[in-house]
């Protein structure tokens, strides 16, 4: 059994390695569990008595130079890495991939830039709310059907808190606190109970923009989203506004733009009407305007809102909107070069 110590010891010493996996597989070849050296202590334990102690000292020295010799390899090759780093230091470092904002965020931005050089003023207020500022302070009488336009996630019953639908609750706060005039925007996010589908989700998020001020006419208001759609969309957009009804604007309408697919012709994604929904707008209703105290018989307003999400849709031709929300690397990437 010493004649077979001395070979192996023999053979370890005249081991050379090139990299960490052949040290690695030296090492399982003579310590590991099935590896040589055990295979020497279970023949240790069948030797005579008088042998045991010359044989066990030459087995606990190869152990011992073995695992010298393990770490004398490490350290070789951690030194010549260091080594090739210092012979030339211009080496380039390895590629770091840089992140992009998200396109809600981009669009986001760039609305509140354009509102501001018209000089709208950001406002922000609470996303859990109660019923007074979402639905009541904004003319919905109590069981009225205008309710049902939106479905509402209620955390509390008596009184009624609530996940706010839209960033109107903001304007109803900015009218309690604020003098007049009030020219404001608030962008947020907002929550519905809908079924999530490539068209909605039961998140996203609002830009609501409100104007109060003595002989603000329906003509400013339009003037105002014609001069956003051609900033954010392009000079060559057209807008069209029609008749609708939201209970805190009257009258009230729908926005449209020009399709920038087709440039109004028509193709499937204005479905061959050559026009693509944005917003909606309306003079504030003057029963707003009384519940937050403010005198009706001499000042007027005008409010809009647009889904950000919609129109970061129509700009980038994104036609799923839970893309938005998967966090998708190759997605978000193509809007490194959006800002």
């Known amino acids: 059994m010493l004649h077979t110590i001395d070979k192996i010891l023999e053979e370890a010493r005249q081991f050379k390695a090139e990299s960490k996996d052949e040290i690695e597989q030296f090492r399982i070849k003579y310590l590991g569990k099935k590896g040589t050296l ?179 006419s329906f003509a400013d208001l339009k003037q105002t989203l014609l001069y956003f759609a051609r900033e954010i969309f392009g000079k060559q957009v057209e807008i069209r506004l029609r008749p609708s009804y939201f209970p805190f604007t009257e009258p009230s309408a729908e926005m449209d733009i020009s399709c920038q697919i087709c440039g109004g012709k028509g193709c499937n994604v204005c479905k061959y009407t050559g026009w693509l929904e944005i917003l909606g707008c309306g003079m504030v209703d003057p029963n707003v305007l009384e519940f937050n105290g403010i005198d009706s018989k001499k000042y007027t307003g005008f409010a809009f809102g647009m889904g950000i999400e919609r129109v970061a849709m129509l700009k980038y031709q994104v036609k799923d909107l839970r893309l938005y929300f998967e966090n998708d690397i190759r997605f978000l990437e193509q809007f490194k070069a959006a800002y």
């Open 38 to 216: 055990s295979e020497l202590f279970r023949n240790f334990k069948e030797l005579p008595v008088e042998e045991k102690k010359e044989v066990g000292q030459k087995i606990n020295q190869l152990k011992q130079f073995i695992s010298e010799k393990i770490e004398s390899l490490l350290s070789g090759i951690s030194e010549e890495y260091r080594g090739d780093l210092h012979q030339d230091l211009t080496l380039p470092g390895p590629p770091v991939s840089l992140g992009a904002r998200h396109p809600i965020s981009v669009v986001r931005n760039e609305i509140i830039s354009i509102f501001g050089r018209l000089g709208y003023t950001i406002s922000e207020g609470p996303e859990i709310e109660d019923d007074w500022h979402v639905f009541s302070s904004l003319n919905f009488p109590p069981e009225h059907p205008a309710r049902d336009m939106q479905d509402t996630f209620f955390i509390e019953k008596d009184p009624d808190i609530l996940l706010r639908t839209h960033t109107s609750s903001v304007q109803v706060r900015v009218m309690e606190k604020e003098s007049l005039p009030i020219r404001t925007i608030s962008p947020g996010r907002v929550f519905r109970n809908e079924a999530i589908s490539a068209r909605a989700h039961c998140i996203f998020h609002q830009v609501e923009g409100l104007y109060i001020d003595e002989n603000v």
